[in-house]
């Protein structure tokens, strides 16, 4: 476990990276390979230099490569150092009336270099604080500016001139944040309060065998994963033909003894393993019955000439919000697989990128020769194999005790068309939480609950967080920030009468 965890602390060949430039100024996904490629201002840069470095380690570019330099500060923390030690020459607390901005024009003359002199210094392998320096002291306006206004032209042309980057191990609190800010349609408008209060509210934790159904690309059932820490076992459920992508899972480095704790199965052969037991139990209580045929508590009818129709049985009762067809439901999962931004080379719109891989992996043609050419679905392994299908024994397992702990995260489906058939595979007293962005559909699951007493202890709990910029003489409330982080509702599901 010693060198387990020691791996952990470094980015080893292959492994995923959180990519910070300039302290949250923008947030890239890479995978480091030698022959991976990221953009870095206005030049493609190889991501060898980061390989086997420790985690939190920054670079910068100079002459066309990554060279790691001392980490930088926080912004925060830095800027908060910068306001308690200002310059001499620009205290604002000594001098009542001080100085403000009224007499500066920007008329682009205050600054003595030209263009021509800074390319000249970058010809002369001059760094970026020494290009940041000398504009600061050919600058006739920047003594005359206030403290704030000096930080920010620091900033400014740090950005422009000294870029640096930080690679950040993905966690996913790190991968929520950074979905929230570039694509949150992809998470279902998740925050991290939000995912932290459906864990502790499904009381997950070590050992626990907890039912998952994530259509918000992974980040449920990453984040269950990640708070096992592969101990006991995850069941992701879909129901759809082809299973919805988990993204985010394969963000996460997980170790293999944590990537094999993930099970993904049907609600069909979930609703039809707890239909034929039931169906046993019957038979067992009434041997001289001459049909095998049961009724569950999900509504599915078990019959020996419609086994074979146990997987249609098992999803006849969910609904979407729009009520489509089945064949509407795969296209809506195409869609989502073409949509998401994080398979993307590079957006336009703000949404998350990733390195370009370089070598792309070959692929034979008729004629003997080899094409360099790598489909999007070949891109999206990485991901989709983390999951793998229960065997017999896992599903009579789940079937005979039930799940501890339920998390439902699927903003296209109606919450009470998912809850009246995954509530029965829970065993009594086991908490459930469901997510969803707005309010009614909750409020109509609730009701149903409490009119079909399947549960007890319901309650709609909103999440509220406010995030404070904490600085001396400057501390109030963020000027931006999210007004609701969704809706959950949870309960404890009790045994039917």
């Known amino acids: 476990m010693e060198e387990e965890s020691e791996l952990q602390q470094v980015a080893r060949l292959g492994s995923n990276v959180l990519v910070d430039f300039n302290n949250g100024d923008r947030l890239t996904f890479a995978r480091l390979l030698p022959s991976a490629s990221l953009k870095v201002g206005n030049s493609m840069c190889s991501l060898a230099p980061l390989i086997n470095a420790p985690y939190g380690s920054a670079f910068e570019l100079q002459r066309g490569s990554l060279v790691q330099i001392p980490p930088p500060l926080p912004a925060d923390l830095a800027e908060a150092q910068a306001a308690l030690n200002p310059p001499a020459d620009s205290m604002l607390c000594d001098e009542p009336r001080g100085r403000d901005n009224r007499s500066l024009v920007d008329d682009n003359t205050a600054q003595k270099l030209s263009a021509q002199d800074i390319d000249r210094m970058r010809t002369d392998c001059a760094s970026g604080k020494d290009i940041v320096d000398a504009l600061i002291a050919n600058s006739s306006t920047f003594h005359n500016k206030t403290a704030y206004s000096q930080e920010k032209y620091k900033k400014k042309k740090q950005k422009k001139y000294a870029p640096f980057l930080v690679i950040r191990r993905p966690s996913t609190r790190r991968i929520c944040e950074a979905y929230a800010v570039k694509c949150p349609p992809k998470i279902g408008f998740m925050r991290m309060d939000t995912v932290a209060l459906m864990l502790s509210l499904g009381n997950v934790g070590a050992h626990a065998e907890v039912l998952v159904m994530d259509m918000v690309s992974g980040l449920l059932t990453a984040a269950v994963v990640e708070r096992m820490g592969g101990f006991g076992s995850i069941c992701s459920v879909h129901c759809a033909a082809k299973p919805p992508p988990l993204d985010i899972v394969g963000l996460l480095n997980l170790t293999p003894s944590m990537a094999n704790r993930v099970f993904r199965v049907s609600i069909s052969e979930l609703t039809s393993a707890l239909a034929r037991d039931d169906a046993c139990g019957l038979l067992k209580e009434s041997p001289h019955t001459g049909s095998a045929q049961a009724t569950t508590d999900t509504g599915v009818c078990l019959d020996d000439d419609n086994n074979k129709n146990g997987s249609e049985n098992g999803t006849e009762g969910l609904n979407k919000n729009a009520k489509p067809s089945a064949d509407d439901d795969l296209n809506i999962h195409k869609e989502a697989e073409q949509a998401m931004c994080i398979d ?109 007493r399947m549960a007890v202890a319901l309650e709609i709990v909103e999440p509220w967080l406010r995030e404070y910029q904490v600085l001396p003489s400057r501390t109030h409330p963020h000027m931006q920030m999210n007004a609701t982080g969704g809706y959950i509702l949870t309960g404890i599901k009790i045994a039917p009468n």
């Open 344 to 452: 993307t080379k590079q957006t336009s719109g703000g949404d998350i990128e990733v390195a370009t891989q370089g070598e792309e992996l070959p692929v034979a043609k008729e004629d003997g020769r080899v094409e360099q050419n790598v489909s999007a679905k070949k891109r999206n392994s990485n991901a989709a194999r983390y999951g793998r299908k229960p065997d017999s024994e896992d599903l009579s397992h789940w079937v005979k005790h039930g799940f501890t702990g339920l998390l439902m995260g699927a903003p296209e489906y109606e919450p009470w068309s998912v809850t009246q058939i995954l509530l029965p595979l829970l065993s009594p007293s086991s908490p459930f939480a469901i997510y969803h962005q707005y309010l009614q559909p909750l409020a109509d699951c609730m009701h149903e609950l409490q009119v079909s």
